[in-house]
């Protein structure tokens, strides 16, 4: 399965590894699906790291809600690994806080392995990775000027345009 973000600054398309960790990519399809990440803003961006995203549009950005309205276990794979730029992980705050929020990453992060759900790749779209990664930010890591999630299209073909 794939979804493709269409960002203010054009599309993301984001290969989900549904076999290798099928409660998160549950989680995270059925969110696309429901169009809850919907005009969500990129609320944290690290140049050299990494973006987050996934808090409710009007919300807060402390909220992170999962499908099941409490957080989720991690699923921990070996072989899924923080590895290259595009890899699109959970964000939590330990373990088993698992719930709609996610990053995508800018360069590989090994610290992170074992310690965030490796459940995805951007398939599509580096230029778009990059003009995010470009993004002047505060103090904060906050994006001076808003990016936006404006909707999601969930395809069932990975590959599919």
Known sequence: M????????????????????????????????SAFYDSSP???LVPNFMF?????????????TSIWHEPFEDEIRPSLRHNARGIVSMANK???????????????APHLDGKNTVFGRVLGGESVLAKIEGT???AKGRPIEK???????????PLAG
């Open 2 to 33: 794939s979804v493709t973000f269409h960002t203010d600054l054009g599309d993301l398309k984001i290969e989900v590894f549904c076999e290798s960790v099928p409660k998160t990519a549950e989680n995270f399809l059925a969110l696309c699906a």
């Open 42 to 44: 990129i609320h944290r």
């Open 52 to 64: 987050q995203t996934g808090s409710p549009a009007a919300g807060s950005t402390k909220v992170s």
């Open 94 to 108: 330990g373990s088993v806080s698992n719930g709609s929020q996610f990053f995508v990453c800018f360069t590989p």
């Open 136 to 138: 002047e930010v505060d």
């Open 147 to 157: 990016i936006v999630i404006k909707n999601v299209t969930v395809h069932a073909n």
